[in-house]
Nanobody, 120 residues
Framework: QVQLVESGGGLVQAGGSLRLSCAASGFTFIRHTMGWFRRAPGKERELVAG????????YYADSVKGRFTMSRENAKNTLYLQMNSLKPEDTAVYYC?????????????WGKGTLVTVSS
């Protein structure tokens, strides 16, 4: 059974930091493209950061470049998102996703999400 379980969300003041974790199970973690997505209130879901497993390339949305860092610890089947210099506009539910292809638009598995709230 595939599971993606996010943790680490919470309430933080603007300028603060949070680290999200995504524990994966039920599939071959190292052979999947992984990504962090978010959905802010009233907005479409967007890709925040991702890493393609075949091309081994990473992607960051322009809005988070220089502030967010994604990493994966294959030995622990865990994906992380270090978020620094948080802004109120980063407030969203953050989702971890995995896909067998190299395309972030074709993710096969999704977590339930963790809420990040940044106060001004």
């Amino acid at each position: 059974q595939v599971q993606l379980v996010e943790s680490g969300g919470g309430l933080v003041q603007a300028g603060g930091s949070l680290r999200l974790s995504c524990a994966a199970s039920g599939f071959t973690f190292i052979r999947h493209t992984m990504g962090w997505f978010r959905r802010a209130p009233g907005k479409e879901r967007e890709l925040v950061a991702g890493i393609r497993w075949v091309a081994i390339t990473t992607y960051y949305a322009d809005s988070v470049k220089g502030r967010f860092t994604m990493s994966r610890e294959n030995a622990k089947n865990t994906l992380y998102l270090q978020m620094n210099s948080l802004k109120p506009e980063d407030t969203a539910v953050y989702y971890c996703a995995a896909g067998a292809s190299d395309s972030f638009s074709r993710m096969d598995y999704w977590g339930k999400g963790t809420l990040v709230t940044v106060s001004s």
